[in-house]
């Protein structure tokens, strides 16, 4: 199971940090994804990580604009997003992947969170 929370309302070049916490004692062997859903578009990868944390991978969309780290003992995933711009406003969720390899494709992940509303204002 999974929990997203962080999300909220902020002003253009702003910054925000969501937060995922996992359930269950596996964490640390599961890739970590984040994606966005904006309103009628389809859900896009945003960003994902290893399970040791060592490798990070990042939609160009939000390279050098977004950060995801993991604390493997708390079982959680963050995703520091800075310089925040209106295209940025979406539902975010996270998910995770039964395995270490990374992948961009939603279909790939198992198990999702319920998603947290970044809205970015202009």
């Known amino acids: 199971q999974l929990q997203a929370s962080g999300g909220g309302l902020v002003q253009a070049g702003g910054s925000l940090r969501v937060t995922c916490v996992a359930s269950?004692?596996?964490?640390?062997?599961?890739?970590m994804g984040w994606f966005r859903q904006a309103p009628g578009k389809e859900r896009e990868f945003v960003s994902a990580i290893t399970g040791r944390g060592d490798t990070r991978d990042y939609a160009d969309s939000v390279k050098d604009r977004f950060t995801v780290s993991r604390d493997n003992a708390k079982n959680t995933v963050y995703l520091q997003m800075n310089n925040l711009k209106p295209e940025d406003t979406a539902l975010y969720f996270c998910?995770?992947?039964?395995?270490?390899?990374?992948?961009?494709?939603?279909?790939?992940?198992?198990?999702w969170g319920q998603g947290t509303l970044v809205t970015v204002s202009s």
């Open positions: 269950g004692r596996t964490f640390s062997s599961y890739v």
């Open positions: 998910a995770s992947r039964r395995t270490n390899v990374f992948s961009r494709r939603a279909s790939q992940f198992d198990y």
